[in-house]
Structure formats: structure tokens, C-alpha cells
């Protein structure tokens, strides 16, 4: 009888289960309230805009059948250069062969991991960082190193020696909180100091709600640098929380030699992106992107003030949390000696909430990071006040039982 457990390759001993994709099997679990996901709101979907998009390509039989061949590895043209002329218009100058459509930017993560590391190899990740970035690198066998929130905690020699650091500076995932444009370009600094790449995640920089525009990594390269092709920095974006996210259709921006090596994992992964979504995603945002960007942040924005009022109301002296100005994400800290994994599991079970422990924003390998295990993740997409109200009143009485 075949031993699977003995022929499995090393790497997946280092691959763990996403809570969140866990918690996603409760969804339709109609009396629990979801106060941990992070999925975008699907009543303000695009439905309309899609529907005539699929109307229009089904009557021209030339753009049917293009739209059901196998798509170039690199992504369909048109909509590279419509990213690139969206990258430029944020300041990131670029062209089409700057950019790669990948199946969602976790697919990017994926293929930016297996580009750049080796078993053994140093990646640097904001501590707490987002799960799905550390299991996508987990395959890889990296050596994580923690970085700071804040740059003033920052040493060179203490992070030396990193292929990369992951960071997600727009409201990140899990702690909602944006990096300032001093410790980007403090970053930058790090990045010469070292010589490593940055890999920056981009996929809530839409989503602000509050206060200005902070230009993103990538843009502050380019403007340091000269150029896209001498920027240590890979951005990553994706369609999924300004459009639709089923559509999985992202990209990778970069330096014409990275993106060509891209291509040739994407060869070797899945040929390419569906030509079908990505033809059907160019018509929606030629058109549609800044009305369905705006209707986001409208009803995120409600959303994340009506959760931020429940906690200051409900939640007992003791516990703390960040005040968002955008994305998707609250994070809070309870007192000492309340472990969030223990909360997580009670919640579920004797309040019928669901929450996300902090300890699964941490890598398991680590050489200089201390997990908080007296945290956890919510967030306000999918819950109206109040829901929000409900949810949150019965998590702060159970921190009160103890």
C-alpha cells in the first residue's frame, strides 16, 4: 500500500491550512455572524457593467473566438496596456512589457517566492503580515525575518541578508493600518543598504477612506530611481476588491528582465490567465473602475464606522484596536494572559461569532519575531451596523466573562 505521507516532497512540510479559507467553509452558516473574513460586499458587484461587457463580446464573433483560445502567457494586450497606463497614471511610469496578468496577485505572490527563493533563504514580512503571502512563500522553504512597523526600529545589519521584504502599505492586511510616506521611502533606503527586492502588495490601494493619498512604493522608486527598470520594487494589484474577485485577474509590474522570467513560471504553472475574464474585465474598468471604486469605499467607509462605534461602546477597558482610514481590516489586542485563539474558538462556539486569532498572521519560522498571541483580526466588508453591533456586543461580553 502506497505510503503518500513518505513520498510527499519536504516543502509541504512547511505548507499549512489558511484559517481564513477555514472560515469560509462556515459562510453559509446563517446564524453565525462573520466578523473575521475580509471577503468583498457582492451586493455591489458590477452586475450590470459585466452583464453588457458578456453581451457585447457574445455579438462579435471575431472577439468570441479570441476570447475563448488560450490567452498569451504574458496576459491579453490590451489589458496589459491599460494596467500600464494605470501604473503611469499613479506614478509608476511603465509599458505593457512591464507587466504580467497572473490569476489573482496571489498567484503573484506565489510566482514571486518561487522566482526569488531558495530553501534556506531570508524573506523579510511585516510582522503581523497577511496569511495568504505566508503560505504562498511557506513552499519555498524561506527563513523569515520580522519587519517592524515602525522604521525607526529598523536596522540594516539586523536585516541584512533578505532576497526580499513583503509588505502590503496600504491599509495592510491584518492590522489596517497604512504605512507612512517616510517609512516607504525609509524602505527604499533599506533596500539600497541591503540589496534586496520589495515586493509590494497593492490590492486595497484603492480603498482609502479617510485622509490623503500616500504614493505607493513603487511610484516613490521610480521617481528615485528613474525608471521601473532600475526599481528594486515588484507591485503586485489585482481587480478583486474594486471589481469581482471570482474573475482572478491580477498582475505583476516590474522590470522587463523579472517579467520575462515570470512568464516562463507561468508557462510551466497554467499556460495563462483566461482570456475570457480578462477581456471581459477591460470593458467593466475603461468604464466602470472609478464608479465601482467609489461605491466601495462609500459602503466600506459606513461600514468601518459603524464597527469602530460598536467596539468603543462594547468592548471592555483593556482591550485596544487601530482606527483604519481604509481597507478591509480591524485589529485588536487583548490584556495580557487572554490568548486570541482561545477567544476565536469560544466566540464560534458559545456566541456564534466568528473572529480570526492573531497568532495566524505570524510564520511559524522565524528568527526574530514574538508572536502576540493576545490578538485577533476583524473585518467590516460583509457586516451592515448592525450586524457589526450585534457581533461586536457579544465578543466584548464573552472578554468580560474571561
Request: with cysteine; proline share 6%; glycine share 8%.
Given at each position: 500500500?502506497?505510503?503518500?505521507?513518505?513520498?510527499?516532497?519536504?516543502?509541504?512540510?512547511?505548507?499549512?491550512?489558511?484559517?481564513?479559507?477555514?472560515?469560509?467553509?462556515?459562510?453559509?452558516?446563517?446564524?453565525?455572524?462573520?466578523?473575521?473574513?475580509?471577503?468583498?460586499?457582492?451586493?455591489?458587484?458590477?452586475?450590470?457593467?459585466?452583464?453588457?461587457?458578456?453581451?457585447?463580446?457574445?455579438?462579435?464573433?471575431?472577439?468570441?473566438?479570441?476570447?475563448?483560445?488560450?490567452?498569451?502567457?504574458?496576459?491579453?494586450?490590451?489589458?496589459?496596456?491599460?494596467?500600464?497606463?494605470?501604473?503611469?497614471?499613479?506614478?509608476?511610469?511603465?509599458?505593457?512589457?512591464?507587466?504580467?496578468?497572473?490569476?489573482?496577485?496571489?498567484?503573484?505572490?506565489?510566482?514571486?517566492?518561487?522566482?526569488?527563493?531558495?530553501?534556506?533563504?531570508?524573506?523579510?514580512?511585516?510582522?503581523?503580515?497577511?496569511?495568504?503571502?505566508?503560505?504562498?512563500?511557506?513552499?519555498?522553504?524561506?527563513?523569515?525575518?520580522?519587519?517592524?512597523?515602525?522604521?525607526?526600529?529598523?536596522?540594516?545589519?539586523?536585516?541584512?541578508?533578505?532576497?526580499?521584504?513583503?509588505?502590503?502599505?496600504?491599509?495592510?492586511?491584518?492590522?489596517?493600518?497604512?504605512?507612512?510616506?517616510?517609512?516607504?521611502?525609509?524602505?527604499?533606503?533599506?533596500?539600497?543598504?541591503?540589496?534586496?527586492?520589495?515586493?509590494?502588495?497593492?490590492?486595497?490601494?484603492?480603498?482609502?477612506?479617510?485622509?490623503?493619498?500616500?504614493?505607493?512604493?513603487?511610484?516613490?522608486?521610480?521617481?528615485?530611481?528613474?525608471?521601473?527598470?532600475?526599481?528594486?520594487?515588484?507591485?503586485?494589484?489585482?481587480?478583486?476588491?474594486?471589481?469581482?474577485?471570482?474573475?482572478?485577474?491580477?498582475?505583476?509590474?516590474?522590470?522587463?528582465?523579472?517579467?520575462?522570467?515570470?512568464?516562463?513560471?507561468?508557462?510551466?504553472?497554467?499556460?495563462?490567465?483566461?482570456?475570457?475574464?480578462?477581456?471581459?474585465?477591460?470593458?467593466?474598468?475603461?468604464?466602470?473602475?472609478?464608479?465601482?471604486?467609489?461605491?466601495?469605499?462609500?459602503?466600506?467607509?459606513?461600514?468601518?464606522?459603524?464597527?469602530?462605534?460598536?467596539?468603543?461602546?462594547?468592548?471592555?477597558?483593556?482591550?485596544?484596536?487601530?482606527?483604519?482610514?481604509?481597507?478591509?481590516?480591524?485589529?485588536?489586542?487583548?490584556?495580557?494572559?487572554?490568548?486570541?485563539?482561545?477567544?476565536a474558538a469560544r466566540a464560534l462556539l458559545e456566541r456564534s461569532v466568528s473572529i480570526i486569532s492573531g497568532s495566524a498572521f505570524y510564520p511559524a519560522n522565524a528568527t526574530n519575531i514574538v508572536p502576540k498571541p493576545n490578538t485577533f483580526r476583524l473585518s467590516f466588508s460583509m457586516i451592515p451596523?448592525?450586524?457589526?453591533?450585534?457581533?461586536?456586543?457579544?465578543?466584548?461580553?464573552?472578554?468580560?466573562?474571561?
Amino acid at each position: 500500500m502506497t505510503d503518500w505521507g513518505a513520498l510527499y516532497a519536504r516543502r509541504m512540510k512547511g505548507v499549512m491550512p489558511s484559517d481564513i479559507r477555514e472560515k469560509m467553509k462556515l459562510l453559509d452558516r446563517a446564524e453565525i455572524i462573520h466578523l473575521g473574513g475580509g471577503l468583498p460586499d457582492p451586493a455591489i458587484f458590477p452586475y450590470e457593467p459585466l452583464s453588457d461587457a458578456s453581451a457585447r463580446l457574445w455579438a462579435d464573433r471575431a472577439r468570441a473566438q479570441t476570447a475563448l483560445q488560450y490567452a498569451p502567457s504574458e496576459g491579453y494586450l490590451p489589458l496589459r496596456e491599460w494596467i500600464a497606463g494605470y501604473m503611469t497614471r499613479q506614478g509608476t511610469a511603465c509599458e505593457a512589457d512591464n507587466v504580467i496578468i497572473t490569476n489573482g496577485s496571489q498567484q503573484g505572490l506565489d510566482f514571486l517566492a518561487k522566482l526569488l527563493l531558495s530553501p534556506g533563504d531570508k524573506a523579510l514580512v511585516e510582522i503581523p503580515s497577511f496569511i495568504g503571502a505566508l503560505r504562498a512563500f511557506d513552499a519555498y522553504e524561506p527563513q523569515y525575518l520580522g519587519l517592524p512597523e515602525d522604521s525607526a526600529d529598523w536596522n540594516p545589519t539586523d536585516l541584512a541578508g533578505a532576497k526580499f521584504c513583503y509588505v502590503g502599505p496600504d491599509f495592510r492586511n491584518p492590522t489596517g493600518t497604512c504605512m507612512s510616506r517616510k517609512d516607504r521611502l525609509a524602505l527604499l533606503d533599506l533596500a539600497d543598504d541591503t540589496g534586496m527586492a520589495i515586493i509590494e502588495d497593492g490590492c486595497y490601494e484603492q480603498l482609502r477612506y479617510e485622509g490623503e493619498d500616500i504614493a505607493s512604493v513603487a511610484a516613490l522608486a521610480a521617481e528615485r530611481y528613474g525608471s521601473i527598470e532600475r526599481s528594486p520594487v515588484l507591485h503586485t494589484g489585482t481587480f478583486s476588491k474594486t471589481i469581482a474577485p471570482s474573475l482572478r485577474v491580477g498582475w505583476i509590474a516590474g522590470p522587463r528582465d523579472v517579467i520575462r522570467r515570470l512568464v516562463l513560471i507561468k508557462q510551466a504553472s497554467d499556460l495563462a490567465t483566461s482570456a475570457l475574464n480578462q477581456m471581459l474585465l477591460l470593458d467593466v474598468v475603461r468604464d466602470h473602475l472609478d464608479t465601482s471604486t467609489r461605491i466601495a469605499r462609500s459602503v466600506y467607509r459606513d461600514r468601518c464606522r459603524s464597527m469602530l462605534d460598536a467596539m468603543e461602546e462594547f468592548m471592555p477597558h483593556g482591550v485596544s484596536w487601530t482606527r483604519p482610514q481604509g481597507g478591509l481590516y480591524v485589529w485588536a489586542e487583548l490584556p495580557d494572559g487572554i490568548d486570541g485563539a482561545a477567544l476565536a474558538a469560544r466566540a464560534l462556539l458559545e456566541r456564534s461569532v466568528s473572529i480570526i486569532s492573531g497568532s495566524a498572521f505570524y510564520p511559524a519560522n522565524a528568527t526574530n519575531i514574538v508572536p502576540k498571541p493576545n490578538t485577533f483580526r476583524l473585518s467590516f466588508s460583509m457586516i451592515p451596523a448592525a450586524a457589526a453591533r450585534e457581533g461586536i456586543e457579544r465578543l466584548g461580553g464573552l472578554i468580560r466573562e474571561g
